[in-house]
């Protein structure tokens, strides 16, 4: 079935339905308008105002216990995101300027909580500092729920706990999900955690977290696995409350798990490569990572790496460089991750409170029975995007920059929304005008075999003998750098030859709704198109005013290691899901009303259309598998595992993704290599993408195509792959699989 695509406004629940479509009914930007969100209107945001802060490395603990190399807390607390100088229009910005944003962040244990982060005495940020670890050499970490009321400016105090706080969007915490759940009140009567609860009403209680560094190489026990969650050691947990997830472990095994912390082990043995690291618990990661709970990690390898050889733009940000902008040294290798976030006219972060916010109604307007009286969750959003794009936690930053090469580790930390990058000269009058190419030499596990040059509508392989061949097109001309949700992608981007004060601007023409692949209409040119600038300098600070950094046409990069022939073919599926219990129409003013004349039961799909209704959507998107006829069976969280490879096994996994929307699909574990991908109308089988040839962790599974990867598992336990929308694997698009024995080397009731 041909979806028509969107143009400024959204279909109705009916209609969408109707058509089979999931999640395309999210709102479009109508050009010039900003997409729904807080009070705060962006298009009164001053752009490229505030300097670019480029967190420095973490410093290690310089008291560690139990043999952490770190002791690294999350912590609430505010931070300047938006401007300091006032709105273009004063009268509709509260005091006259924008205030600071209370976040979450991680940061040294040891530290102050700071008063407004970037704070030269303290390291707790929003993103978190960036952690530098060398490849075959374990890192040790602490991670502590630091959840807890303390006083900015004060260093914590051994021994003296605190209460606890509420989630930062305790009013978005949708109880009826499968979520961690610590207060055990599940929908099925049996106390437990990690459940889907029978509470309709926003959580109030202690926060769960549990860090996952995404992308890595890593243990079980350490990897952040969803139910491995624990609560912060405070005074006033409630009663009956539990205080870790169903499956909490750490690597001393000696820790009952109510104690606010966790220690993990990361044995780095991997490619050096861009990972990162973030919240996981489950049922709730998109607010924890909405609220700023996100860091690089850079894994690097100075004995054997290719790197070292290379002569890449650097250097990084170190150990006791300070925030901000210049003077602090210059620093030609950069960190960014870019995510959108709105506001409310207080500064705070807007997140949406109910499912009305989805289908772009009041809430008045959404007039149909919730969990636990139906099969729809009340709170949850299907997938939520905003109307600011920050960057290195500030909004529309600028960064001056040399007429020389840069190398940028680029992160997509969106919570739903895909990037498809590129930079244009800014002409005086504000047009744009020519492309400055982005070099991509990387990507999820490390570096490409091949330099590939990036301009809107081509991607071209360089022969790395100094020539820059004629750009070959790209999959589409729309296409530019295109950067799901979660993935990473190391680019240089040379900017010899500008003239000095030459303004670049990096814009994105993804959309502002649920992406299914080119072509589709644009980001709002206005707000959410726009992502940050550079300025261009006079001179190079290298010695001799000379680029010291290899050319990047000059870049030869190593082949990738070809996996081993797989020992099997995976097949799995991507699926939406209707309600089979909530039938609507669409009335004349836009409301959505329930049929309550039409009952659950075995006919309720032609009991709905009888009545003139259509099934409430979309409940959920889920993973799942094949039937013998190649129809999607469609899995939950709790259902038994399926995906069980064998310790050592090479698989390759085909993803027939039945929905409408482009998932990013994440394994935990691996780094696999893309195969292919086929059409499923047409049969056409095309090679992965020149950005997809390296190692990846993450690929796009496009709708009415089977995307394929081969991946090696050679550590034995329990892992998870999901959908990194993160609305998606909250709500059930997220599921367990096993490598080894059930019940050696996973526990025996999940099978």
């Known amino acids: 079935m041909t979806v028509p695509k969107q143009s400024g406004c959204r279909l109705s629940v009916a209609v969408r339905t109707a058509l089979l479509v999931s999640a395309v009914g999210l709102p479009m930007a109508v050009r010039g308008a900003p997409l729904p969100g807080g009070t705060l209107d962006p298009t009164i945001i001053p752009k490229y105002v505030s300097p670019l802060v480029i967190p420095p490395e973490m410093p290690k603990s310089s008291n560690p216990d139990a043999g952490n190399d770190y002791e690294i807390a999350v912590r609430q607390f505010k931070q300047q995101i938006l401007p300091t100088v006032g709105c273009h229009k004063p009268a509709k910005c509260k005091h006259g300027g924008f205030r600071p944003t209370r976040v979450w962040g991680y940061g040294r244990a040891e530290d102050r909580t700071p008063r407004v982060a970037p704070d030269p005495g303290s390291t707790f940020n929003y993103p978190g500092f960036t952690i530098e670890a060398q490849t075959n050499v374990a890192t040790n970490i602490r991670w502590i729920n630091d959840l807890v009321k303390r006083r900015p400016g004060k260093k914590p105090k051994p021994g003296r706990k605190k209460k606890y706080l509420r989630h930062l969007?305790?009013?978005?915490?949708?109880?009826?999900?499968?979520?961690?759940?610590?207060?055990?009140?599940?929908?099925?009567?049996v106390p437990r955690t990690d459940c889907a609860g029978r509470n309709p009403h926003p959580y109030r209680g202690p926060v769960p977290i549990v860090t996952h560094l995404h992308g890595a190489h890593v243990e079980p026990v350490s990897d952040g696995y969803p139910e491995a969650w624990w609560l912060p050691d405070a005074k006033n947990i409630p009663v009956g409350y539990a205080m870790s997830g169903t499956l909490f472990d750490d690597r001393t095994g000696n820790n009952p798990g109510d104690l606010g912390y966790v220690d993990y082990r990361y044995i780095n043995t991997q490619d050096e490569t861009t990972l990162w690291y973030h919240d996981h618990a489950l049922g709730?990661?998109?607010?924890?990572?909405?609220?700023?709970?996100?860091?690089?990690?850079?894994?690097?390898?100075?004995?054997?790496?290719?790197?070292?050889?290379?002569?890449?733009?650097?250097?990084?940000?170190?150990?006791?460089?300070?925030?901000?902008?210049?003077?602090?040294?210059?620093?030609?290798?950069?960190?960014?991750?870019?995510?959108?976030?709105s506001f409310n006219r207080d500064g705070s972060l807007f997140y949406p409170r109910n499912r009305a916010f989805f289908e772009g109604l009041k809430r008045r307007q959404l007039k149909i029975d919730f969990s636990p009286d139906s099969d729809?969750?009340?709170?949850?959003?299907?997938?939520?995007?905003?109307?600011?794009?920050?960057?290195?936690?500030?909004?529309?930053?600028?960064?001056?920059?040399?007429?020389?090469?840069?190398?940028?580790?680029?992160?997509?930390?969106?919570?739903?929304?895909?990037?498809?990058?590129?930079?244009?000269?800014?002409?005086?009058?504000?047009?744009?005008?020519?492309?400055?190419?982005?070099?991509?030499?990387?990507?999820?596990?490390?570096?490409?075999?091949?330099?590939?040059?990036?301009?809107?509508?081509?991607?071209?392989?360089?022969?790395?003998?100094?020539?820059?061949?004629?750009?070959?097109?790209?999959?589409?001309?729309?296409?530019?750098?295109?950067?799901?949700?979660?993935?990473?992608?190391?680019?240089?981007?040379d900017f010899a030859g500008l003239a000095p004060g030459t303004r670049v601007r990096m814009i994105n023409t993804a959309p502002d709704g649920p992406f299914g692949g080119f072509p589709d209409v644009p980001a709002d040119p206005s707000t959410t198109g726009q992502v940050m600038e550079f300025i261009v300098g006079a001179s190079i600070s290298a010695p001799g005013g000379v680029d010291p950094s290899t050319p990047v046409e000059n870049l030869q990069l190593a082949s990738r290691t070809a996996l081993p022939p797989a020992d099997r073919v995976r097949q799995v599926s991507l699926n939406e899901e209707q309600?089979?219990?909530?039938?609507?129409?669409?009335?004349?003013?836009?409301?959505?009303?329930?049929?309550?004349?039409?009952?659950?039961?075995?006919?309720?799909?032609?009991?709905?259309?009888?009545?003139?209704?259509?099934?409430?959507?979309?409940?959920?998107?889920?993973?799942?598998?094949?039937?013998?006829?190649?129809?999607?069976?469609?899995?939950?969280?709790?259902?038994?595992?399926?995906?069980?490879?064998?310790?050592?096994?090479?698989e390759i996994w085909e993803i027939h993704n039945l929905t409408e929307d482009a998932h990013p699909i994440h394994l935990h574990l691996v780094q696999y290599?893309?195969?292919?991908?086929?059409?499923?109308?047409?049969?056409?089988?095309?090679?992965?993408e020149p950005t997809e040839l390296g190692w990846k962790d993450t690929v796009i599974a496009y709708p009415g195509q089977i995307t394929r990867f081969k991946a090696r598992f050679d550590l034995p336990g329990l892992y998870v792959w999901h959908c990194h929308i993160l609305e998606h694997e909250d709500n059930e698009m997220m599921r367990p699989f096993c490598v080894g024995d059930a019940g050696v080397d996973c526990p025996a009731g999940l099978f």
């Open 284 to 341: 709730m990661t998109r607010l924890n990572v909405y609220a700023g709970l996100a860091g690089f990690y850079l894994l690097r390898d100075p004995v054997n790496g290719q790197e070292k050889d290379l002569n890449l733009p650097g250097p990084a940000p170190k150990v006791g460089d300070a925030q901000g902008n210049d003077p602090y040294g210059n620093y030609f290798e950069i960190p960014l991750v870019i995510q959108d976030r």
């Open 579 to 650: 309600s089979s219990e909530v039938c609507v129409t669409t009335r004349a003013n836009g409301s959505i009303q329930q049929l309550r004349s039409v009952l659950p039961g075995p006919n309720f799909e032609t009991d709905c259309a009888n009545a003139g209704g259509v099934p409430f959507a979309p409940k959920a998107a889920l993973l799942g598998i094949l039937d013998p006829l190649g129809n999607g069976q469609s899995q939950r969280w709790s259902d038994p595992i399926s995906e069980n490879p064998a310790v050592g096994e090479t």
């Open 673 to 688: 290599q893309v195969v292919d991908r086929e059409d499923v109308a047409t049969g056409v089988v095309r090679p992965p």
């Open 169 to 189: 969007f305790w009013r978005s915490l949708d109880q009826t999900l499968h979520w961690a759940n610590p207060p055990r009140d599940c929908i099925s009567g």
């Open 376 to 493: 729809i969750a009340p709170i949850w959003n299907p997938e939520a995007f905003f109307n600011v794009m920050v960057v290195n936690g500030v909004a529309w930053p600028y960064r001056d920059v040399e007429p020389r090469q840069y190398r940028f580790r680029l992160l997509n930390g969106s919570n739903s929304r895909f990037l498809n990058l590129s930079l244009k000269v800014v002409h005086a009058d504000g047009t744009l005008g020519q492309e400055v190419p982005i070099y991509q030499i990387g990507s999820d596990g490390g570096l490409l075999p091949q330099v590939v040059e990036v301009r809107e509508g081509f991607k071209t392989l360089l022969p790395g003998d100094g020539t820059i061949p004629a750009p070959v097109p790209a999959a589409d001309p729309q296409e530019a750098l295109l950067i799901e949700p979660s993935s990473r992608n190391d680019v240089i981007v």
